[in-house]
T-cell receptor
Framework: GAGVSQSPSNKVTEKGKDVELRCDPI?????LYWYRQSLGQGLEFLIY????????KSGLPSDRFSAERTGGSVSTLTIQRTQQEDSAVYLC???????????FGPGTRLTVT | GQSLEQPSEVTAVEGAIVQINCTYQ??????LSWYQQHDGGAPTFLSY????GLEETGRFSSFLSRSDSYGYLLLQELQMKDSASYFC??????????FGSGTRLQVQP
């Protein structure tokens, strides 16, 4: 079956511009996560969606970051007024409701110039 | 808060056995996971330990001691394709994982 997909795979943007990153989770997975990974670093949790529950936004680094999940499936991560420190690989993952086994997408490499 | 420590780099030769250690600090604990990530690739799930002891999956095994806040990943019969970064990740207090900074494993011929 299809895995987690993300688009775009690469995004170069100018400082101050807004960007939208998209994630399509595995069909039937109710949980969806966003992480980011800077070069040579571990993954930093950003936000978590589970079914119709309120999302866990505790990892969002600033109010410039927001995310939504429509229809319990596709999710969009929006970064407003991008800064150079936002440059990283943004990874989306999904899992079945009661599982800690997360399936990751290939990521979006964001470069802010 | 939560934190994990793991070595930054490990080198081993093909066919050998290597152990990657992970110590953690947390209030509240559900389990410890391990993920593999090749350069430029996405992390892939290797194992999850919720209870003390050893879990074996083929050439890979993972161990957990909750009383010591310690776990390790054991890779046997190393192959060149095992060269990758390995992350331990904590499940504690929320569904999302807290990842360590990763151990880069280099397998030499």
């Amino acid at each position: 079956g299809a895995g987690v997909s993300q688009s775009p795979s690469n995004k170069v943007t100018e400082k101050g511009k807004d960007v939208e990153l998209r994630c399509d989770p595995i069909s039937g997975h109710t949980a969806l996560y966003w992480y980011r990974q800077s070069l040579g670093q571990g993954l930093e949790f950003l936000i978590y969606f589970q079914g119709n529950s309120a999302p866990d936004k505790s990892g969002l680094p600033s109010d410039r970051f927001s995310a939504e999940r429509t229809g319990g499936s596709v999710s969009t991560l929006t970064i407003q007024r991008t800064q150079q420190e936002d440059s990283a690989v943004y990874l989306c993952a999904s899992s079945r409701q009661e599982s800690y086994e997360q399936y990751f997408g290939p990521g979006t490499r964001l470069t802010v110039t | 808060g939560q934190s994990l420590e793991q070595p930054s780099e490990v080198t081993a030769v093909e066919g050998a056995i290597v152990q990657i250690n992970c110590t953690y600090q947390t209030s509240g604990f559900y389990g410890l996971s391990w993920y593999q990530q090749h350069d430029g690739g996405a992390p892939t799930f290797l194992s999850y330990n919720a209870l003390d002891g050893l879990e074996e999956t083929g050439r890979f095994s993972s161990f957990l001691s909750r009383s010591d806040s310690y776990g390790y990943l054991l890779l046997q019969e190393l192959q060149m394709k095992d060269s990758a970064s390995y992350f331990c990740a904590l499940a504690a207090g929320r569904r999302a994982l807290t990842f360590g900074s990763g151990t880069r494993l280099q397998v030499q011929p």
